[in-house]
């Protein structure tokens, strides 16, 4: 399965962006979903988590700042992004953790990132 990550971009400080992210194909079962971000010369860090029990959790830079959601209908992963700084800039990866049947093994997906620049 690929995950196609879009919404990316230029945007300045204080503005906002949503980030949507969604499988090329249904999966049998998803245990995990969310984004992680990458920053030039640093290491990739979490940005946001959902679990299928509905378990949240948050990076410390961005709460209270980014909302992790899914739409089940459309299969989609999003992440609203609102008073956006500039050391939110970063190549966002999106990432599930599932099983694509029942017969095959639970794995770790990751789109193919996309940019967020945030100008000062």
């Known amino acids: 399965v690929q995950l196609q990550a879009s919404g990316g971009g230029l945007v300045q400080a204080g503005g906002s ?6 499988p090329s194909r249904r999966m049998s ?21 959902l679990t ?20 089940n209908v459309k299969n ?16 966002y990866y999106c990432h599930v953790y599932g099983q694509l049947t029942e017969a095959t093994p639970l794995t770790n997906y990751w789109g193919q990132g996309t940019l967020v620049t945030v100008s000062s």
């Not at 962006?17 to 969604?22: D, F, K, Q």
């Not at 079962?29 to 988590?49: C, F, N, S, T, Y």
Request: charge should be positive; include cysteine.
């Open 76 to 91: 989609t992963l999003y992440l609203e992004m609102n008073s956006l700084k500039p050391e939110d800039t970063a190549v």
């Open 52 to 71: 299928n029990t509905g378990d949240l959790n948050y990076g410390d830079p961005v709460k209270g700042r980014f909302t992790i959601s899914t739409d």
């Open 17 to 22: 962006l949503r980030l949507s992210c969604a």
């Open 29 to 49: 079962k998803i245990h995990i979903m969310g984004w992680h971000r990458q920053a030039p010369g640093k290491q990739r860090e979490l940005v946001a988590v």
